[in-house]
């Protein structure tokens, strides 16, 4: 059997609703483009080519000429794309809106960025490969490792700040398994609203999300053995591709 390939998305598409995580994990259905989420693509592109730049070329002008270029290479890429986008001054003035806000919050002039997008992986246990892919995490001079994610969206509201950070735990998870070096900070960069989430992983917090998700897999390997995909009815069942045919929306 086939070692069950998990992530921090498919885990949350599994917690969130089972049968969504079937679509996409075990059927895997195809999706239209997501607006929200090409928007999101395109700003961390934009930020992941900044970073490339010589320090002091790593400014808000410059992040300005990356957008076009950025752009035109995702139409090219995903065509339907200008279906969606009805008016792209308006999308533009929303990129350029986000792109403000990050620099608000970050000077990226003033540290360098050691890893983009970066793939981590690993085997942990004969039946689980974990795997994810960080936006952007930075050692310092001196050692620590802090490790970022942008959201184009707005910071989750009070109470809710830990299961937006159990992503970042699994990065931190795996990177310490790889490198034997627990990461000094775990950073949310929210652009909607120009507000950051931080957190200071433990050793305790990364043994508490490997619990977490082996107790997911559990779970997920359960629902395979039944071929048993509950759908969880919820408020994100507005924004769901396959709401037409979810059968908790068809019985």
Known sequence: ??????????????????????????????????????????????????????????????????????????????????????????????????????????????????????????????????????????????????IVDYKTGKAPKPGWEEKALFQLRVYALLYFKTHNVLPRLLQLIYLGDGKIVKSTPTLTDLASTEKALKRVASDIFASIEKDYWPPKPSRLCDWCFFKTICPAHNS
């Open 1 to 146: 059997m086939e070692p069950l390939r998990l992530s921090p998305s498919r885990m949350n598409d599994f917690t969130n609703c089972p049968q969504l995580y079937k679509y996409r994990a075990i059927d895997q259905l195809p999706e239209p483009p997501s607006i929200d989420a090409e928007r999101g693509k395109l700003i961390h592109a934009v930020l992941e080519d900044l970073f490339e730049l010589p320090a002091h070329s790593r400014t808000f002008e410059s992040a300005l000429e990356i957008l076009p270029k950025k752009w035109s290479a995702q139409l090219e890429g995903t065509p339907e794309l200008a279906a969606l986008v009805l008016d792209e001054k308006e999308w533009f003035d929303r990129a350029q809106s986000l792109l403000t806000n990050y620099f608000s919050l970050e000077k990226p002039s003033t540290f360098e960025s050691t890893y983009r997008e970066l793939h981590l992986e690993r085997d942990i246990s004969d039946e689980i490969y974990l795997h994810g892919y960080v936006d952007r995490l930075d050692v310092a001079p001196t050692g620590e490792v802090r």
